[in-house]
Nanobody
Framework: VQLQASGGGLVQPGGSLRLSCAAS????????MSWYRQAPGKQQRGLVA????????NYADSVKGRFTISRDNAKNAVYLQMNSLKPEDTAVYYCNAVFVTQTQYRYRYWGQGTLVTVSS
């Protein structure tokens, strides 16, 4: 299984970016898909947003009203629309998914990060 993230880059404060993450490989089903981020100099990744297979979403307080998570189950993909970006949103963003096997075994998998830099 692979998770391929894309869409990061440099954007000015107030601007927008859309991150994408697609899963590939031998996939039976995917449960929750999430985005995390790790700011420069920080050791831990923080949860940004999560979406269940049924479409229920949850957001970190710092991004509520600015970011929108969505998914396309047919494409095994998750997206993060980021609007009104602030310098403090600068971070490496990671996608994460909980895969479910035919025997209902669940395991979490991380994609590689994509860097988002918000700066004038």
């Amino acid at each position: 299984v692979q998770l391929q993230a894309s869409g990061g880059g440099l954007v000015q404060p107030g601007g927008s970016l859309r991150l994408s993450c697609a899963a590939s490989g031998s996939i039976f089903s995917i449960n929750t898909m999430s985005w995390y981020r790790q700011a420069p100099g920080k050791q831990q990744r923080g949860l940004v947003a999560t979406i269940t297979s049924g479409g229920s979403t949850n957001y970190a307080d710092s991004v509520k009203g600015r970011f929108t998570i969505s998914r396309d189950n047919a494409k095994n993909a998750v997206y993060l629309q980021m609007n009104s970006l602030k310098p403090e949103d600068t971070a490496v963003y990671y996608c994460n998914a909980v895969f479910v096997t035919q025997t209902q075994y669940r395991y979490r998998y991380w994609g590689q990060g994509t860097l988002v830099t918000v700066s004038s």
